[in-house]
């Protein structure tokens, strides 16, 4: 389903994913779509975010900061891609409170920061990072970044950005 769902994605941007096309691209029946997916934004998020996450399961053999910088970069690897874009445009129009936007904040960013967060912690009880940083504002400083270069489209989104963004936040957070 979430291969159908990022065909659509790719072909029409988000209002192309529908819960009936998914259902017919994939050849389950509607309810099953329903029983992973509460309606089509969150089945979008689903299919742009949980796309490639390979690196998380990876993540035990790598320091805490090797790993947020590698999250970071497949962050920017997807939202550089034409799907990438469409979402991003869609978001800049919706209404923070609309279902996509829900459904983005819920399945992307939170779901982003609370592994973020973990990669923090550890670097900070590993002594990797100064013991009184912050975790919450360098959680927006790092993502916070990725999001207005996008947004704003001033400067490339590109991982040589990611790497030198999160180089940046670890000397000011060095022990």
């Not at 099953?32 to 996450?53: F, I």
């Not at 962050?75 to 996509?100: I, Y």
Request: no cysteine; hydrophobic share 45%; charged share 25%.
């Amino acid at each position: 389903m979430l291969d159908a769902a990022r065909q659509l994605l790719s072909e029409g941007g988000p209002a192309a994913v529908t819960m009936e096309g998914v259902a017919a691209r994939a050849g389950v029946g509607k309810p099953t779509v329903y029983r992973w997916w509460p309606d089509r934004h969150a089945l979008t998020m689903a299919a742009l975010m949980e796309h490639g996450e390979d690196h998380a399961l990876n993540r035990r053999s790598r320091s805490p900061k090797e790993a947020l910088r590698l999250q970071l970069r497949t962050v920017v690897e997807r939202f550089s891609t034409p799907v990438g874009r469409h979402v991003t445009t869609l978001l800049a129009a919706s209404d923070q409170e609309s279902e996509l936007s829900k459904a983005f904040r819920n399945h992307f960013v939170l779901a982003r920061r609370a592994e973020g967060r973990e990669l923090l912690r550890e670097a900070i009880a590993a002594g990797e990072l100064r013991r009184d940083a912050d975790v919450e504002v360098a959680l927006d400083l790092l993502y916070g970044a990725i999001f207005f270069r996008l947004l704003l489209g001033h400067a490339p989104l590109d991982a040589r950005f990611a790497d030198k963004a999160i180089a940046q936040t670890f000397r000011g957070l060095a022990p």
